[in-house]
């Protein structure tokens, strides 16, 4: 595997974002925060964060001259050890930035492929990223060797370069050639294993990440699967096996999505995603408690888009209610004008979603069996349209 710039915990890290005519300063900072989150994940400690308003990125440095000083009198002020973009950059980016501020830089992008380096668990996951960090690297090789031209100039020096990067570019791509290879033999044996299930209704859990998607699975699975407070918590697809009042389905948990990923990644990991391409049912997990929830909504619409998969049965399932109503309502609100907010939030979204639309709360199980009992409803519909002689599934 490529050698990444892994980052150490506590490490203390400034987050740089630019505001440029397509974003407002809101949107900004809700980006910033949730790369600030990424960061957590990764095991840094944000210290700050730069701002700045252009009307596009520079396409030297992606900042302007006077932020880029800013930010070097900053880190080395501080002694801050890794630098944060939250755009992708490309490799002649990241050397021009290095050189002026003479800390480690990244982008939103190595970040997000650190974090899944480090949760990769099976063999599958370990390609897959291992795939995308190839990738994401290639297109950046000839910015990283941009210092070598510079010692001297001329014939002397240069060749060595170019014969070096041409070097690191076959051996990058003979590397995601054999991953590729590799990938599609886990797929072919994946392919066998999903045909070997049988006839049974397939439901699939997709949602941003850190929605409460492996909770919802636990509770509706009864089993242990692995969930916390961190963005990417799950990176393997899991699958089980759940029987509802005589009536068994196949639930999976997968990948979370999240705003700007990485093309290469999707790519890497549409294998993982066929769990969710060949879902019978799609269940929508949503933070409703995210002040951006409804952006978040969209994110996973583009993406399952992507994967031809926008057009499937979906139930949406709002999590985290006790949240939103912690943080929409305070003590001094009337219980009328409680009952009326939900209310209108309740009819807005079973209007949008055409009445598949449930709220619930993971952590205090709060509505969860009106959610089995939808969940059932659809799995029992469909077994009736596919399957007319399984009657023992229906009722």
Known sequence: MLEKKNIIREEKAVLVGVVTKEQTDTQVQEYLDELAFLAETAG??????????????????????????????????????????????????????????????????????????????????????????????????????????????????????????????????????????????????????????????????????????????????????????????????????????????????????????PHHLVESFKSTLDEVREADILLHIVDISHPAYEEQIAVVNKTLQELNAIEKPTLTIFNKMDLYEEKTFDEWLEPQAKEQILEDLYERWQRETNGNAVFVSAIEKRNLDKLRQTILNKVRELYRIRFPYRSEYFY
């Open 44 to 261: 840094a400690v944000t210290v700050k964060r730069f701002v700045q308003k252009l009307q596009h990125p520079d396409s030297r440095t992606f900042v302007g001259k006077g932020k880029l000083e800013e930010i070097r009198q900053y880190v080395r002020d501080k002694d801050i050890r890794v630098v944060i973009f939250d755009d992708e950059l490309s490799g002649a980016q990241i050397n021009n930035i290095e050189k002026e501020i003479e800390v480690k830089t990244i982008d939103r992008s190595d970040l997000i492929l650190d974090i899944f380096a480090s949760r990769a668990k099976t063999a599958q996951a370990r390609a897959q990223v291992e795939l995308a960090q190839y990738q994401y690297i290639l297109p950046r090789l000839r910015g990283m060797w941009k210092h070598l031209e510079r010692l001297g100039g001329g014939i002397g020096t240069r060749g060595p370069g170019e014969t070096e990067i041409e070097t690191d570019r076959r051996i990058v791509r003979d590397k995601i050639s054999l991953l590729k290879k590799r990938l599609a033999e886990i797929d072919k044996q994946a392919l066998t294993q999903r045909k070997e299930r049988g006839e049974f209704i397939r439901i699939a859990l997709v949602g941003y990440t850190n929605v409460g998607k492996s909770t919802i699975m636990n509770l509706l699975s009864k089993r242990e699967v692995f969930a916390e407070n961190k963005l990417f918590a799950t990176l393997d697809t899991t699958t089980s096996k759940v029987v509802f009042e005589h009536t068994p389905f196949l639930l999976s948990d997968t990948v979370g999505f999240i705003r700007k990923l």
